[in-house]
């Protein structure tokens, strides 16, 4: 069973930028599809971006132009690079496959504030 670790979160300003990690154990995650979640306060987790495990991506449009995710296989990692944060993107941030497959690890906070 694969167990996901998110980490790289933290506090920034608008503008900014933050790059997130999520570590996977097992030897079946090169495999899998994966995604970045994220989920603010009140509102429902939404998929912010995917990436097959040949590499192509996808992204919401909310996320479009501004996000970028990769992989590298070899560490069992999954990243996502963010530039010119907005407010709007506070969030705990999770990654998991676009069936949300595997457990939910314990995310990591995101918070844009000046």
């Known amino acids: 069973q694969v167990q996901l670790v998110e980490s790289g979160g933290g506090l920034v300003q608008p503008g900014g930028s933050l790059r997130l990690s999520c570590a996977a154990s097992?030897?079946?995650?090169?495999?899998?599809?994966m995604g970045w979640y994220r989920q603010a306060p009140g509102r429902l987790r939404e998929l912010v971006a995917t990436i097959t495990s040949g590499g192509s991506t996808n992204y919401g449009d909310s996320v479009k132009g501004r996000f970028t995710i990769s992989r590298d296989n070899a560490k069992n990692t999954v990243y996502l690079q963010m530039n010119s944060l907005k407010f709007e993107d506070t969030a705990v941030y999770y990654c998991?496959?676009?069936?949300?497959?595997?457990?939910w690890g314990q995310g990591t906070q995101v918070t844009v504030s000046s």
């Open positions: 998991n496959t676009p069936s949300s497959y595997f457990s």
């Open positions: 097992g030897s079946s995650f090169r495999l899998y599809t």
